[in-house]
T-cell receptor, first 113, second 112 residues
């Protein structure tokens, strides 16, 4: 148990489906992050939330929509995805203080068919 | 902005041999350095971190890393690896804003 829980662990969805990924942390952290990890590619930072406010959006397509209702929960809403969106989606949290590092969840393995 | 370069994308090594995974960083300000490990279909787990003080940092699973400011390096080492050390290893650097940048990863494969 890493302190950051992601559900579901695996998800298969069609290109016309709508689904959501969930991330939850009870570490008292103030910042939460979504990363995309594709095969043979570096980690891609998608979104950053600090105290529930989105502070970074790295040119992510609008078919990915984040939601952060409180400091403990983070969602990634998915709709009309493409096969190239298949990847491991990782959530992380941090205290936000210098040198604090990030705590990662186990990820959601997403396959778009 | 800071950045990280992991010099080897893959490192094959035999069991019980020593290993070094190389990491170089660039930054114009003080940095904090990290090594993470990722096992298949898992998230990243913190191995060790350098914040300040002693340049030799010891982490979990027998790993250690040495911060070298003049060479802007933070190489990860283990004197004797096990099959279970097979994983992807990521070097990362962050600044006072806790803005973290990851390297592309090094795939360590330990062979019997």
């Amino acid at each position: 148990e890493t302190g950051v829980t992601q559900t579901p662990r695996h998800l298969v969805m069609g290109m016309t489906n709508k689904k959501s990924l969930k991330c939850e942390q009870h570490l008292g952290h103030n910042a939460m992050y979504w990363y995309k990890q594709s095969a043979k590619k570096p980690l891609e930072l998608m979104f950053v939330y600090n105290f529930k406010e989105q502070t970074e959006n790295n040119s992510v397509p609008s078919r990915f929509s984040p939601e952060c209702p409180n400091s403990s929960h983070l969602f990634l809403h998915l709709h009309t995805l493409q096969p190239e969106d298949s990847a491991l989606y990782l959530c992380a949290s941090s205290q936000g203080s210098p040198g604090g590092g990030y705590t990662f969840g186990s990820g959601t393995r997403l396959t778009v068919v | 902005a800071q950045s990280v370069t992991q010099l080897d994308s893959q490192v094959p090594v035999f069991e019980e041999a020593p290993v070094e995974l190389r990491c170089n960083y660039s930054s114009s300000v003080s940095v904090y350095l990290f090594w993470y490990v990722q096992y298949p279909n898992q998230g990243l787990q913190l191995l060790l971190k350098y914040l300040s003080g002693s340049t030799l940092v010891k982490g979990i699973n027998g790993f250690e890393a040495e911060f070298n400011k003049s060479q802007t390096s933070f190489h990860l080492r283990k004197p004797s690896v096990h099959i279970s050390d097979t994983a992807e290893y990521f070097c990362a650097v962050s600044n006072n804003n806790n803005d973290m940048r990851f390297g592309a990863g090094t795939r360590l494969t330990v062979k019997p």
